[in-house]
């Protein structure tokens, strides 16, 4: 797939992206660039080859969870401008 000027432009107008001539000029070139990579990595067999969720055979470790700081949500709502029956009162934004 060949990427072209109008490619470039016609996609950085729909993102509200501004970008000069000089500028889609380089992004052609990167992106054929980046296509070519594509297209020559699709040629390659996988046939037998398990999809991996990681390229390397880690696990992440994990932790309890659990709460480790003290519930100081009375302290807060003492200093905050606003609140009633525990929740926090804001400025109505949207009508």
Known sequence: MAIEHAN??????????????AQAERYVDDLSRILEMV????????????PLSHPLD?????RADEAIEANRRDSFQKI??????????VPRVVE
């Open 39 to 50: 297209d020559r990595l699709s040629e390659i067999d996988t046939e037998g080859v398990a």
């Open 58 to 62: 880690a696990t992440q470790p994990l």
């Open 80 to 89: 905050a401008p606003a609140t009633a029956d525990g929740l926090y009162l």
């Open 8 to 21: 470039v432009l016609r996609a950085a107008h729909l993102a509200r992206l501004g970008v000069s001539d």
